[in-house]
T-cell receptor, first 111, second 112 residues
Framework: GQNIDQPTEMTATEGAIVQINCTYQ??????LFWYQQHAGEAPTFLSY????GLEEKGRFSSFLSRSKGYSYLLLKELQMKDSASYLC????????????FGAGTRLFVKA | DTGVSQDPRHKITKRGQNVTFRCDPI?????LYWYRQTLGQGPEFLTY????????KSRLLSDRFSAERPKGSFSTLEIQRTEQGDSAMYLC??????????FGSGTRLTVV
């Protein structure tokens, strides 16, 4: 089966750096995604990792270690608008390439 | 192409009624997915199409749920004899073969 764990909530200060961790278990790993979801809106794609290492995209970076079943999303220079839920999701090729989502981490950015 | 479109945005229905939602994916995307999301949870997989073929359906989906994608373009999700537990946001997403999802804005269903 598949299992994805991430913290339920985190709080950080505007201008700071925050790291959101995700651990996963899956039988046919085919990539890990991070999505951002503001309240009442649909998720939007942030990043994709399929090989080990760090992928950087502006203020956001995502890291993957396949051997450890571990990823993190790093957000730098936090802004108030970054307050949202961050969903870790894993694509599994044994499941027809569907993507399974974690419950999300609600990030609160305070002034 | 303006992205993934879903209709309606909101639906309020009485328990026992049937409802149908529509999703128009990005035209170049051959894969289309339906997910359901409740408050405080991540999206939960319902079903998946590659072109017009429905390749997988979640065991969570009872016989009251059916989805179609007749010409490999738009898709519909029908819920028969709705129950209060069906109240949720229904999300449609499309993707190219190896890419990430583009989600629609969702249809929020409230069963009263």
């Amino acid at each position: 089966g598949q299992n994805i764990d991430q913290p339920t909530e985190m709080t950080a200060t505007e201008g700071a750096i925050v790291q959101i961790n995700c651990t996963y278990q899956t039988s046919g790993f085919n990539g890990l995604f991070w999505y951002q979801q503001h309240a009442g809106e649909a998720p939007t794609f942030l990043s994709y990792n399929v090989l080990d290492g760090l992928e950087e995209k502006g203020r956001f970076s995502s890291f993957l270690s396949r051997s450890k079943g571990y990823s993190y999303l790093l957000l730098k220079e936090l802004q108030m608008k970054d307050s949202a839920s961050y969903l870790c999701a894993v694509r599994d090729y044994t499941g027809g390439f569907k993507t399974i989502f974690g419950a999300g981490t609600r990030l609160f950015v305070k002034a | 192409d303006t992205g993934v479109s879903q209709d309606p945005r909101h639906k309020i229905t009485k328990r026992g009624q049937n409802v149908t939602f529509r999703c128009d994916p990005i035209s170049e995307h051959n894969r289309l997915y339906w997910y359901r999301q409740t408050l405080g949870q991540g999206p939960e997989f319902l079903t998946y199409f590659q072109n017009e073929a429905q390749l997988e359906k979640s065991r969570l989906l009872s016989d009251r749920f059916s989805a179609e994608r007749p010409k490999g373009s738009f898709s519909t999700l029908e819920i028969q004899r709705t129950e209060q537990g069906d109240s949720a946001m229904y999300l449609c997403a499309s993707s190219p073969p190896e890419g990430g999802y583009t989600f629609g804005s969702g249809t929020r269903l409230t069963v009263v």
